[in-house]
């Protein structure tokens, strides 16, 4: 008689965690995760910067091949590199908050979400920086991209929009060669947003030479294709002009 409820409770469970986990669920809140309208777009997106070591290897990149990026940058990184991530945005990239250090924001309460977020834009603002915006609305990636109904609640108060992603690249396990991410991400199309990371949130030059041998396939095979890469804003303009 107790195993119908015990089924019940794991299935729920499972379908909080799966919507909570999943980048590309708008179950919980709208966010930025692919704009297929946009056609012959692609974002390539960064979390956990500024690496002084990998950040200015990927900027070299984008300019080679006249692309643009969107940086998620951590504060207590910026606060270390301000020249540095202040560096990108004036490369004509777009910056958005990534939280001051990065916590599992699905287990923070709603003041604990909106103070992550107001240290990192400090320590934007103290470096120069302003954050791009979709629709009034400036960017924010959630750590891990997890979030719930109350994270995105308390985002939203704090007048961000979160960006999640359609195309894992997976860089962040050590068994990933810089071939094998590059495979995942060259699986882009129409609008698609890629997860690939310049930096590891506990170490300031932790190694991110995968992503950047990726992102140079990534870049030369997808652009062969007649692909161009763009900012989330210039996605979602994009998008909607279709």
């Given at each position: 008689m107790r195993a119908a409820p015990l089924f019940g409770a794991v299935a729920a469970a499972g379908f909080a965690y799966y919507h909570g986990q999943m980048p590309t669920s708008q179950l919980y809140g709208a966010t930025i995760a692919r704009h297929p309208e946009a056609v012959g777009r692609i974002a390539l997106t960064y979390d956990d910067g500024p690496n002084p070591k990998?950040?200015?290897?990927?900027?070299?990149?984008?300019?080679?091949?006249?692309?643009?990026?969107?940086?998620?940058?951590?504060?207590?990184?910026?606060?270390?590199?301000?020249?540095?991530a202040k560096e990108v945005q004036a490369a004509g990239h777009a910056i958005g908050n990534h939280t001051f250090t990065h916590p599992t924001l699905a287990l923070c309460t709603g003041a604990r979400v909106k103070e992550e977020l107001q240290r990192c834009h400090d320590a934007s603002a103290q470096a120069g920086i302003h954050y791009a915006e979709v629709d009034g609305a400036s960017l924010m990636r959630c750590p891990w991209g997890r979030r719930r109904p109350g994270t995105l609640r308390a985002i939203r108060e704090a007048g961000y929009v979160a960006v999640q992603w359609s195309i894992t690249g997976w860089d962040w396990q050590d068994r990933q060669t810089a071939e094998s991410i590059a495979r995942h991400g060259l699986k882009a199309r129409d609008g698609d947003v890629i997860l690939l990371h310049d930096g590891i949130h506990t170490e300031p030059q932790g190694d991110r030479s995968r992503s950047v041998a990726a992102t140079k396939e990534i870049l030369e095979r997808l652009s062969a294709q007649g692909y161009q890469f763009v900012s989330i804003p210039e996605l979602v303009a994009a998008g909607a002009k279709k």
């Open positions: 990998h950040t200015p290897q990927l900027m070299e990149l984008f300019e080679r091949h006249n692309a643009h990026a969107t940086f998620f940058q951590i504060g207590k990184w910026v606060e270390r590199e301000p020249a540095l």
